[in-house]
């Protein structure tokens, strides 16, 4: 079958021909891959800069957000049968007894790092025609979510920091009253979004539809389609060109929120000061190496503790964010049918993934699909 490599070794990123992976466990599926988004991820591994090949392979198949129909399950198998879609998780648990939380099947909180991550951290990912799971990780999506299931992965970003941030705001008087019903969560309260590409946008849509007024700022300068569906969504978009953090948090007032999705430390760091009292700061981005600049730590310490500020960083999901993924990508797309379908801007041959991850992204979500044209 076909796959997309990486080799670090000899710094290549191609099309390779490897054998068909084989069902040798009751509880495994066997899967056939329909659409694998690519990401910023995916472009640092590809750039050699992160990721791992498994164990003794000197290649590492890439791709960890994906959709897939089930071929085949083991005899053990009780949740799929051949035809299900499925959406996989990413992360698998380290081997230490010690590790609660990998223990306890929250390897998204691994204590130890010797976790391993399909398509990123020694185990091959779904950048392929087939695939081998075990049912454990996989999570089923509804048929008529088939065009956009591929959106999940990269939305329960947004799912497991707000469901992370809505226990803490439950407990921050005069934030939440534990009764509010979810989608009211954000009512009355600020969100600013930077980064306006699929975590940022994606972060929006759950944001605004929790009922966050949500703003998103970027560099990015209108007339641009992205900025359009900023629009769409009802929250506002500002440029990083045309105003400042200090304009921004004059316009906006108390910032309650602010959600991370750049990856670039300086951008978050001189985001910080603009984090109103009793908010909270959400970082998503994994920044690869980044010049040194000068801070005041003074300033952002004496603004943390006297405007009992939270930053919290938030990696991978659970199964909990999978299904709230996928219940608002259903909820999306009936409230914003435009917005959702402008979200994958593409769907490639596996040929194509070598320029489509090093080039520059055109459309969201570009994605590869072994049966497109
Ligand atoms: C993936 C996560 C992963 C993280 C760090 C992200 O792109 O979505 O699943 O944990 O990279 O490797
Ligand atoms: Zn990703």
């Known amino acids: ?17 490897q054998e068909d992976p084989r069902i040798s466990q009751p509880d495994q599926v066997m899967l056939r891959m329909l659409d694998i988004g690519i990401c910023g991820t995916d472009k640092e591994i590809c750039t050699f800069e992160y990721g791992t090949p498994p164990p003794g ?15 085949a399950a083991g005899s053990a198998v009780k949740r799929f049968r051949a035809g299900d879609l499925v959406v ?18 929250h390897q998204d909180y691994c204590y130890t790092g010797d976790f391993r991550e399909r398509g990123i951290e020694q185990a091959h990912g779904y950048m392929a025609e087939h695939a081998v799971d075990q049912e454990r990780y996989l999570n089923p999506v509804p048929p008529d979510l088939r065009e956009i299931a591929v959106l999940t992965e990269p939305l329960t970003i947004a799912e497991k920091a707000l469901s992370q941030i809505t226990w803490m705001m439950q407990r921050r ?12 969560r954000g009512r009355g309260l600020s969100a600013l979004v930077l980064g306006i590409g699929p975590v940022g946008l994606l972060g929006a849509m759950v944001l605004a539809s929790a009922g966050f007024t949500t703003y998103v700022y970027s560099r990015e300068l209108p ?14 978009y500002v440029s990083s060109q045309a105003a400042t953090f200090a304009d921004l948090a004059e316009r906006i007032g108390n910032i309650d929120l602010v959600y991370e999705a750049v990856g670039h430390s300086h951008f978050a760091l001189e985001a910080l000061p603009v984090l109103g009292t009793n908010g909270i700061f959400v970082l998503t981005g994994v920044p690869g190496m980044q010049a040194f600049i000068e801070a005041d730590p003074a300033r952002l310490m004496r603004d943390m503790v006297l405007k009992n500020q939270v930053v919290l960083g938030t990696v991978n999901a659970g199964p909990d964010a999978f299904a709230s993924a996928l219940r ?33 992204p055109a459309g969201i979500k570009t994605v590869i699909a072994f049966d497109a044209p």
């Open 1 to 17: 079958m076909k796959a997309v490599a990486v080799f670090p070794g000899s710094r290549e990123v191609k099309v390779i021909d």
């Open 57 to 71: 392979d000197d290649y590492l198949v890439i791709g960890h957000e994906a959709l897939a129909e089930v071929v």
């Open 88 to 105: 996989p998780s990413v992360r698998r648990p380290c081997p230490h007894p010690g590790c609660l939380a990998c223990r306890a099947g």
């Open 173 to 184: 008087p005069p934030w939440l009253d534990p009764q509010t019903p979810a989608e009211e």
């Open 223 to 236: 007339p641009s389609p992205r900025i359009d569906l900023v629009a769409a969504i009802g929250a506002t």
């Open 328 to 360: 608002n990508l259903d909820a999306f797309r009936r409230r914003w049918p435009a917005v959702v379908a402008a979200l994958i801007a593409g769907r490639y041959p596996p040929e194509r993934a070598p320029d489509l991850i090093l080039g520059r």
